[in-house]
């Protein structure tokens, strides 16, 4: 049984669902306003956080968006040695360097890349903050 006197903090990884948000929808119903301005992920997206409040009834939530750039976690991978990543096809492991991680990644589609700055402004429509990025490098 949780302790009520302690409720849990929720923090959305806003990147996460906004891209989950996208390809839900984004290929099988265009949506834009008059002026052209795709919202199909905007839709969804504010549709996902209201399930999450129905399903869930956080009292403690916050959005929190990547920090662009690079990393101390980048910097880490580049000293690691090559990983081991189970490949369900062959069904054996393969070695992959961690440094390629985000390498094959393909661009932001143009399309969500213009809804982007949307997502900081439903804040308020949505009521919870979103909070900005920072390097959660450690300090020792």
Request: net charge positive; with cysteine; aromatic share 12%.
């Amino acid at each position: 049984m949780p302790d009520e006197s302690k409720p849990p903090v929720f923090l959305l990884d806003t990147m996460s669902f906004i891209f989950r948000a996208y390809h839900a929808m984004q290929r099988s119903r265009p949506m834009s306003t008059r002026d052209g301005l795709p919202t199909a992920a905007i839709y969804v997206f504010v549709n996902m956080i209201k399930k999450l409040r129905e399903d869930f009834g956080p009292r403690l939530f916050a959005a929190v968006f990547d920090v662009s750039g690079e990393v101390f976690r980048d910097e880490r991978a580049r000293t690691m040695g090559p990983l081991r990543k189970w490949n369900g096809k062959t069904q054996s492991f393969d070695e992959v360097s961690y440094e390629g991680y985000k390498a094959n990644r393909a661009a932001m589609p143009e399309d969500l890349r213009r809804q982007i700055p949307t997502f900081a402004g439903l804040s308020k429509l949505c009521a919870f903050p979103f909070l900005k990025p920072w390097d959660s490098r450690p300090t020792t």
